[in-house]
């Protein structure tokens, strides 16, 4: 499968593995791949190549306020919608 890198990335799986895998002091890397030390630091201990997803986590759970809302919500389906008492019996 083919990687696809966003417009500011400058480094990929390739050059990450290689820096993971040498033996060099962190300012030569950084100054061979054109990175900076903070990059390499981010690289060298890595097990995994592939990028961390960046997209905040949004638990897809229906908690108690959501199931009180929905249940709220269902009710006033039901309320009529003119405001004077017609005589009907409000269920």
């Known amino acids: ?13 390739r050059l990450c593995s290689e820096i993971n895998k040498s033996n060099l002091p962190n300012n030569i890397l950084a100054e061979k791949y054109e990175v900076s030390k903070d990059t390499i630091c981010k690289w060298e201990n890595r097990e995994n190549f592939k ?35 017609t005589g009907f019996i409000d269920l």
């Open 1 to 13: 499968m083919k990687q696809i890198y966003h417009s500011n990335a400058t480094t990929n799986i």
């Open 51 to 85: 990028d961390k997803n960046s997209k905040p986590f949004i638990p897809k759970t229906n908690g108690i306020v959501e199931k009180a809302n929905d249940e709220s919500s269902l009710k006033s389906k039901y309320l009529p919608i003119c405001s004077f008492r």
